[in-house]
């Protein structure tokens, strides 16, 4: 019975020291960290580029040759007379709706001269605003011509527009066209225009 009792304090005793032993040993904490947030996109200047598209319609003008004339039955007083007609596409992309740059193709029709030419170019267009519903336009091209009809009749072609857009992306502008290439009497085929415009941004 001694002997029994004394095992048995003996084993509680070994037990006791044994959670004494595992409870004061170091243990390890594994702590999870977050995973890291997705980094936000910029808001820099690259981060502003859209697509742009823009299309034109426009009168070349011509000067009247009986403006000024005392002759009641001339029947006309205008300085310039419609000369024809210009239609014009653009594609391109933008920066903030206001730093364009695009790729240009039309068609210029011009009555007095019965010519009509096709030029190709690319443009710089800038759009500062100017209040809160209208913005100036200002538009610099550079390429090449080519005279429909005209054999291998063909120039360096530039053109220079100035004009105003609301904010819906209509507008109007006056504009000159050179075209490269001698014509008639004239050292260097060229015209003033008047139209209207629709600029697209995406």
Same mark, same amino acid.
């Given at each position: 019975?001694?002997? +029994?009792?004394?095992?048995?304090?003996? @084993?509680?005793?070994?037990?006791?020291?044994?959670?004494? +032993?595992?409870?004061?040993?170091?243990?390890?904490?594994?702590?999870?960290?977050?995973?890291?947030?997705?980094?936000?996109?910029?808001?820099?200047?690259?981060?502003?580029?859209? +697509?742009?598209?823009?299309?034109?319609?426009?009168?070349?003008?011509?000067?009247?040759?009986?403006?000024?004339?005392?002759?009641?039955?001339?029947?006309?007083?205008?300085?310039?007379?419609? *000369?024809?007609?210009?239609?014009?596409?653009?594609?391109?992309?933008?920066?903030?709706?206001?730093?364009?740059?695009?790729?240009?193709?039309?068609? $210029?029709?011009?009555?007095?001269?019965?010519?009509?030419?096709?030029?190709?170019?690319?443009?710089?267009?800038?759009?500062?605003?100017?209040? *809160?519903?209208? /913005? @100036? @336009?200002?538009?610099?091209?550079?390429?090449?011509?080519?005279?429909?009809?005209?054999?291998?009749?063909?120039?360096? %072609?530039?053109?220079?527009?100035?004009?105003?857009?609301?904010?819906?992306?209509?507008?109007?502008?006056?504009?000159?066209?050179? %075209?490269? %290439?001698?014509? +008639? $009497?004239?050292?260097?085929?060229? /015209?003033?225009?008047?139209?209207?415009?629709?600029?697209?941004? $995406?």
């Amino acid at each position: 019975m001694i002997l +029994k009792r004394a095992l048995l304090r003996s @084993l509680c005793l070994i037990l006791l020291l044994s959670g004494l +032993k595992a409870s004061c040993q170091d243990t390890t904490v594994f702590i999870t960290k977050d995973e890291e947030p997705e980094k936000q996109k910029g808001s820099g200047f690259f981060e502003e580029f859209g +697509k742009f598209s823009m299309f034109t319609l426009s009168l070349p003008l011509r000067v009247n040759p009986e403006h000024g004339q005392n002759d009641n039955n001339s029947g006309n007083s205008n300085w310039f007379l419609p *000369d024809g007609l210009s239609a014009h596409g653009g594609f391109g992309t933008h920066v903030a709706e206001s730093f364009i740059f695009s790729t240009n193709t039309g068609i $210029d029709w011009h009555i007095a001269t019965k010519l009509v030419s096709v030029p190709v170019y690319g443009s710089i267009v800038l759009t500062p605003s100017l209040s *809160d519903k209208t /913005s @100036l @336009l200002l538009q610099a091209g550079l390429g090449y011509t080519f005279a429909i009809g005209r054999g291998d009749v063909s120039g360096l %072609y530039q053109k220079y527009r100035i004009g105003l857009t609301s904010e819906n992306a209509a507008g109007i502008f006056a504009e000159v066209n050179f %075209y490269g %290439y001698a014509w +008639k $009497d004239a050292p260097q085929m060229g /015209s003033i225009n008047l139209g209207i415009c629709l600029l697209i941004f $995406d």
